[in-house]
């Protein structure tokens, strides 16, 4: 499985960006989760939000709940976060993951397969 993630930039507290990750290689697992991570300077790679492939199903963070909402579009087999109200601490190198299943996985221990990262910067 190969993830292509793109996106990333600069961008004014309060504004807004959307990442996507595509897809690509051997993906058809009958069950799989895509999500995002994020990583900052000087911090551990923390879990920001994923998708059931099936079901459509998402879960967040707590620190991005009601400003971030992932989504996928099955036919390009990609995925997307689209990122409002952007504050400062939301700068990171952003992650895209994949793995096969279904559960509920917030730990990078989780995943399997990475993107290259994209990095999200936030001027306040």
């Known amino acids: 499985v190969q993830l292509q993630a793109s996106g990333g930039g600069l961008v004014q507290a309060g504004g807004s960006l959307r990442l996507s990750c595509a897809a690509s290689?051997?993906?058809?697992?009958?069950?799989?989760?895509m999500g995002w991570f994020r990583q900052a300077p000087g911090k551990e790679r923390e879990f920001v939000a994923a998708i059931r492939w099936r079901s459509g199903s998402t879960y967040y963070a707590d620190s991005v709940k009601g400003r971030f909402t992932i989504s996928r579009d099955n036919a390009k087999n990609t995925v997307y976060l689209q990122m409002n109200t952007l504050k400062p601490e939301d700068a990171a190198v952003y992650y895209c993951?994949?793995?096969?299943?279904?559960?509920?996985?917030?730990?990078?221990?989780?995943?399997?397969?990475w993107g290259q990262g994209t990095q999200v910067t936030v001027s306040s």
């Open positions: 290689g051997r993906t058809t697992f009958s069950n799989r989760v």
């Open positions: 993951t994949f793995r096969d299943g279904s559960g509920y996985y917030v730990s990078d221990s989780d995943y399997l397969y």
